[in-house]
């Protein structure tokens, strides 16, 4: 018997591990080709405060704690990624968006603290007074190429240009799907800073966003924002690199901001890490800890969260609530798309911990707001679609920039 929905997920496995292995091997062979979206290599100055930091060593950064990217499997993993595991990594339906995102983002928030996820880990940030975007990510691809790479699984649920004014930009790290060049070029002209880990403002420049326009944090560092908000650049456990050449020159990080009522933690990419503790001591209790839950594997225990992790962090950054990121947006692991949040969802409750799970776009005020199980509302298989909401190849305008 053909097993439901089998050619097509043998399709987009094909699909995405060619894209893969093209974003790898292309990147490798025309590493010196000039390919303006692979960025910037530090030097001069930049490239000295590098070397003063106590975490770079040899030309590359490492983590404060002995980490493996791979682990013990990573044979396993490029056998998964090449054979299939039978796991729904792209969902059956096109996602829901929340309507009137950018209606209810006309008015503050009546609590001071607002967050609404955009996608993957793309989230405009209201708290105190200030606004500030993470990892922002408009494109199409998570990938230097057009053509190759994991694709969006849903548009964008706000424009770029309905946004609105923002205080700051931070960026956790330089990998594909947090750093996007077209979306960087987007918001360079509206004159935001853009608040990056040390290195990373090499590829800004490369980009054409003015140095006026860069901070560059080592960990630590903060500056204030309008309004007393305290930003912070706080340890990750993770790794950086846009070729396999460059991999580790630029620094990772996880942000925190600090207001006079409020306190949010970003996690960005990262593993655990015994440093979490001491964030939330230094800087806690926070109202919401963002944190990565998808994209993870076993292999990658050691630079990503996954759900179970996440719960772990949240709880040992002394955060009241957890919002999940890093998931819903891009095929980059090997799990079920939904997995994820059913597993957070699940090992939330006999660990206490409270959830914040917006739909794609909604605004929510974690005080308030515990958002919705919405991921559940869609069908087992493509062929039980509503009519028009199949997953299906949109016109590049829905990503308009």
Same mark, same amino acid.
């Given at each position: 018997?053909?097993?439901?929905?089998?050619?097509?997920?043998?399709?987009?496995?094909?699909?995405?591990?060619?894209?893969?292995?093209?974003?790898?091997?292309?990147?490798?062979?025309?590493?010196?080709?000039?390919?303006?979206?692979?960025?910037?290599? $530090?030097?001069?100055?930049?490239?000295?405060?590098?070397?003063?930091?106590?975490?770079?060593?040899?030309?590359?950064?490492?983590?404060?704690?002995?980490?493996?990217?791979?682990?013990?499997?990573?044979?396993?993993?490029?056998? *998964?990624?090449?054979?299939?595991?039978?796991?729904?990594?792209?969902?059956?339906?096109?996602?829901?968006?929340?309507?009137?995102?950018?209606?209810?983002?006309?008015?503050?928030?009546?609590?001071?603290?607002?967050?609404?996820?955009?996608?993957?880990?793309?989230?405009?940030?209201?708290?105190?007074?200030?606004?500030?975007?993470?990892?922002?990510?408009?494109?199409?691809?998570?990938?230097?190429?057009?053509?190759?790479?994991?694709?969006?699984?849903?548009?964008?649920?706000?424009?770029?240009?309905?946004?609105?004014?923002?205080?700051?930009?931070?960026?956790?790290?330089?990998?594909?799907?947090?750093?996007?060049?077209?979306?960087?070029?987007?918001?360079?002209?509206?004159?935001?800073?853009?608040?990056?880990?040390?290195?990373?403002?090499?590829?800004?420049?490369?980009?054409?966003?003015?140095?006026?326009?860069?901070?560059?944090?080592?960990?630590?560092?903060?500056?204030?924002?309008?309004?007393?908000?305290?930003?912070?650049?706080? $340890?990750?456990?993770?790794?950086?690199?846009?070729? $396999?050449?460059?991999?580790?020159?630029?620094?990772?990080?996880?942000?925190?901001?600090?207001?006079?009522?409020?306190?949010?933690?970003?996690?960005?990419?990262?593993?655990?890490?015994?440093?979490?503790?001491?964030?939330?001591?230094?800087?806690?209790?926070?109202?919401?800890?963002?944190?990565?839950?998808?994209?993870?594997?076993?292999?990658?225990?050691?630079?990503?969260?996954?759900?179970?992790?996440?719960? *772990?962090?949240?709880?040992?950054?002394?955060?009241?609530?957890?919002?999940?990121?890093?998931?819903?947006?891009?095929?980059?692991?090997?799990?079920?798309?939904?997995?994820? $949040?059913?597993?957070?969802?699940?090992?939330?409750?006999?660990?206490?911990?409270?959830?914040?799970?917006?739909?794609?776009?909604?605004?929510?005020?974690?005080?308030?707001?515990?958002?919705?199980?919405?991921?559940?509302?869609?069908?087992?298989?493509?062929?039980?679609?509503?009519?028009?909401?199949?997953?299906?190849?949109?016109?590049?305008?829905?990503?308009?920039?």
């Amino acid at each position: 018997m053909k097993r439901p929905g089998g050619s097509k997920r043998w399709r987009r496995l094909g699909t995405a591990t060619l894209g893969v292995l093209v974003v790898l091997a292309v990147g490798a062979v025309v590493s010196s080709s000039g390919c303006a979206s692979f960025g910037g290599v $530090p030097s001069g100055e930049r490239l000295a405060r590098l070397e003063r930091s106590p975490q770079y060593k040899d030309g590359v950064f490492f983590n404060e704690e002995s980490t493996t990217m791979m682990g013990d499997v990573g044979t396993k993993v490029l056998s *998964e990624f090449l054979f299939g595991n039978g796991a729904m990594r792209v969902p059956s339906c096109a996602l829901p968006l929340f309507k009137g995102t950018a209606e209810r983002l006309a008015s503050a928030p009546a609590s001071g603290l607002r967050v609404t996820w955009l996608g993957h880990s793309t989230s405009l940030i209201e708290l105190d007074g200030v606004r500030v975007l993470s990892d922002p990510m408009w494109s199409e691809r998570a990938s230097p190429f057009t053509v190759a790479g994991p694709k969006r699984f849903h548009p964008p649920p706000l424009p770029l240009a309905q946004v609105g004014k923002l205080d700051a930009v931070i960026v956790s790290h330089d990998h594909y799907d947090h750093l996007d060049m077209a979306t960087v070029e987007a918001l360079a002209k509206t004159g935001v800073v853009f608040h990056v880990g040390l290195g990373v403002g090499a590829h800004l420049e490369a980009w054409g966003v003015p140095a006026a326009q860069i901070v560059e944090h080592a960990w630590w560092d903060e500056v204030t924002l309008p309004g007393g908000v305290r930003l912070i650049s706080v $340890p990750a456990r993770h790794f950086s690199g846009r070729l $396999p050449t460059r991999n580790n020159t630029t620094q990772w990080t996880s942000w925190a901001l600090v207001g006079p009522q409020h306190r949010l933690f970003f996690s960005g990419d990262t593993g655990k890490t015994a440093l979490h503790a001491e964030i939330g001591k230094r800087l806690g209790p926070f109202d919401v800890a963002m944190l990565e839950i998808g994209q993870y594997h076993p292999a990658w225990g050691k630079i990503h969260l996954g759900p179970v992790g996440a719960l *772990e962090t949240s709880q040992a950054l002394t955060a009241r609530r957890l919002l999940p990121i890093h998931w819903a947006t891009f095929e980059l692991g090997l799990h079920a798309w939904s997995e994820p $949040p059913e597993t957070l969802v699940t090992e939330a409750k006999p660990r206490g911990v409270a959830l914040v799970t917006p739909m794609l776009g909604e605004p929510v005020e974690p005080e308030v707001d515990q958002g919705s199980t919405w991921w559940r509302a869609l069908p087992p298989l493509a062929a039980r679609c509503p009519q028009g909401a199949e997953l299906a190849v949109r016109s590049l305008d829905d990503w308009a920039l």
